[in-house]
């Protein structure tokens, strides 16, 4: 049976996704984002491999607090790294009457073969999806993130196309995203799709940056602060379309 490489588990968590989540961090991500607070998950590799039986009985303890609304969340990392674990993963939580809810930022998405079947079935047991989108612009994603966002755009399209219900999270970053020209092209580009259940502001922060100084990789946002409660509120109204 396949294993998932597990980086982290948060049994309670309340921000991603509907109700109380059971969150499980995959490791394996090839995007480098500039303020990326996991960076301790880019590397594949894990000491701590588990099931998807095991990690669903594991889930169940806490299934009391989910109440109707709660369920699993699977983000990462980039969980659609380990697309083959998480099908299988997915498939038996919904026989076992799970919500489920990926996190990601839609990097491996492709149509080609054999990813694009893949997905097809997992999208047939995922019930929602939270989708960052980093940056809209695409010389400014590759700087930003190391690699362009065409192919994650496409996956947009493909999610709005089949109505999977996507939430949308956008990081605010002084002098990078929070920019009214990049905001509205991007309520642009939401306005193209039709599955958008809800859009967050999430505001920049340095907390990983520690994780960055640990694995001796240059942060390259030093210094840069927090957008301010006002910048926050204007990049919701932009993004919102009010």
């Not at 994780?211 to 210094?223: A, S």
């Amino acid at each position: 049976m396949v294993k998932g490489a597990i980086h982290s588990i948060e049994t309670f968590g309340s921000v991603d996704g509907p109700g109380i989540r059971f969150i499980v961090f995959l490791k394996g991500c090839k995007l480098r984002c500039k303020y990326c607070h996991n960076a301790d998950t880019w590397d594949p590799n894990s000491e701590d491999m588990r099931t998807p039986d095991e990690l669903l009985d594991f889930a169940e303890r806490y299934r009391s607090y989910w109440g109707t609304e709660g369920g699993i969340t699977v983000s990462g990392g980039e969980p659609l790294l380990q697309i083959d674990f998480l099908i299988e993963l997915f498939k038996k939580a919904k026989e076992r009457g799970i919500n489920t809810c990926i996190d990601t930022a839609l990097q491996p998405f492709t149509r080609e073969e054999p990813f694009f079947s893949k997905f097809e079935e997992l999208m047939k047991y995922t019930d929602l999806l939270l989708v960052d989108i980093k940056h809209i612009d695409r010389d400014e994603h590759i700087e930003l993130t190391g690699l362009p966002n065409d192919n994650i755009f496409d996956g947009f399209k493909y999610l709005s196309e089949i109505s999977k219900p996507i939430w949308i999270r956008h990081v605010l970053v002084p002098g990078i995203t929070d920019d009214d020209e990049y905001l509205k092209r991007t309520r642009e580009f939401i306005e193209t799709l039709s599955n958008v259940q809800k859009i967050e502001v999430l505001p920049y922060h340095s907390m990983g940056q520690h994780k960055f100084e640990t694995l001796g990789i240059p942060y390259k946002l030093d210094g840069v602060k927090s957008p301010s409660k006002e910048r926050v509120e204007n990049a919701m109204k932009i993004l919102n379309g009010k």
